[in-house]
């Protein structure tokens, strides 16, 4: 059984900083992509940023400049350091990853959420 655990959320004033982690455990051969989404009340979840294997990044037009994803694939551990963080940026921040178990792949697990509160 593979799950994706986040921590790492809270509330935070207008400009301030957090970072969130997301780690995956059980039974993996190994963990491709990797990818933070985000999802506000009354909105869709959306994308915030992506990364593969390889280190390769992909953000957001509203996370670019301001947050950085990266990745330890020695600890399966998915970062995201947030900065210059807006009210826009609450929501509830979702961990994603495509993994290969034992029981094959599977491109897409989904972690139970950090609930990130941008306020003054």
């Known amino acids: 059984q593979v799950q994706l655990v986040e921590s790492g959320g809270g509330l935070v004033q207008p400009g301030g900083s957090l970072r969130l982690s997301c780690l995956a455990s059980?039974?993996?051969?190994?963990?491709?992509?990797m990818g933070w989404y985000r999802q506000a009340p009354g909105e869709e979840r959306e994308l915030v940023a992506s990364i593969s294997r390889g280190g390769t990044t992909n953000y957001a037009n509203s996370a670019k400049g301001r947050f950085t994803i990266s990745r330890d694939n020695a600890k399966n551990t998915l970062y995201l350091q947030m900065n210059s963080l807006k009210s826009e940026d609450t929501a509830l921040y979702y961990c994603n990853a495509g993994i290969t178990s034992y029981s094959g792949y599977r491109p897409s697990f989904w972690g139970q959420g950090t609930q990130v509160t941008v306020s003054s």
């Open positions: 059980g039974s993996m051969r190994s963990i491709e992509s």
